[in-house]
């Protein structure tokens, strides 16, 4: 994860909170929309998270392949983006 670990885990510490936040919401029988936006507001961060650790692993982990000059590596760790981002499109 590189120098980001600890900002990308208090990230998802709080989107945790904010999905417990949503089912507390349910439990008490809350206004559906002021649901369904609380749940926006989670998938929103989620994406964000999402596109740190992306960032995180071009700045890394991409980056070391290419420097290495292996081009099985490389080859590899362009595949592992192309299998990612066939499963968004999906």
Same mark, same amino acid.
């Given at each position: +994860?590189?120098? $980001? #670990?600890?900002?990308?885990?208090? !990230?998802? *510490?709080?989107?945790?909170?904010? =999905?417990?936040?949503?089912?507390? +919401?349910?439990?008490?029988?809350?206004?559906?929309?002021?649901?369904? $936006?609380?749940?926006? @507001? =989670? *998938?929103? @961060?989620?994406? *964000? @998270? &999402?596109?740190?650790?992306? *960032?995180? $692993?071009?700045?890394?982990? =991409?980056?070391?392949?290419?420097?290495?000059?292996?081009?099985?590596?490389? !080859? @590899?760790?362009?595949?592992?983006?192309?299998?990612?981002? &066939? #499963? =968004?499109? !999906?």
């Amino acid at each position: +994860m590189g120098k $980001h #670990k600890v900002d990308i885990v208090n !990230r998802l *510490k709080r989107i945790e909170g904010q =999905v417990r936040g949503v089912a507390q +919401m349910v439990s008490d029988d809350r206004y559906c929309i002021d649901i369904l $936006h609380q749940v926006q @507001a =989670v *998938k929103a @961060a989620l994406v *964000k @998270a &999402e596109s740190e650790i992306l *960032k995180d $692993h071009a700045a890394c982990c =991409v980056a070391e392949a290419i420097a290495s000059g292996d081009a099985t590596e490389q !080859r @590899a760790k362009f595949s592992e983006l192309i299998d990612l981002f &066939e #499963k =968004v499109r !999906r």
